[in-house]
């Protein structure tokens, strides 16, 4: 199964940004990896959706923790998307994962390793 590749991730104190990056080109040019999200999972936790994109990137979902603070967006030409963090939390620490929905059934998957990303207070 064509796994994504997450990238971005690091260090930074609360109230700095990141930028992640998924690469989706693994799909090849022509794939339509339909809904895109953006997921993360602290220890001891469950992996919870933190944003969505359509494929047109006309339709966007964040979760009320990050609402005003992140912003997904996509370049399908580019193959690839991101996540914007600004105002970042200690309590925004986490794995973070992109994930295809190519039926936008809510059934995400090709997930990758993840890019950690830690804040510090």
């Known amino acids: 199964q064509v796994q994504l590749v997450e990238s971005g991730g690091g260090l930074v104190q609360a109230g700095g940004s990141l930028k992640l990056s998924c690469e989706t080109s693994a799909f090849g040019p022509a794939f339509h990896t339909g809904t895109m999200g953006w997921f993360r999972q602290a220890p001891g936790t469950v992996r919870a959706l933190v944003a969505k994109?359509?494929?047109?990137?006309?339709?966007?979902y964040y979760a009320d923790s990050v609402k005003g603070r992140f912003t997904i967006s996509r370049d399908n030409a580019a193959g690839m998307v991101y996540l914007q963090m600004n105002s970042l939390k200690p309590e925004d620490t986490a794995l973070y994962y992109c994930a295809a929905d190519p039926t936008n059934t809510g059934a995400y998957g090709n997930w990758g390793q993840g890019t950690q990303v830690t804040v510090s207070s």
């Open positions: 994109i359509s494929w047109s990137g006309g339709s966007t």
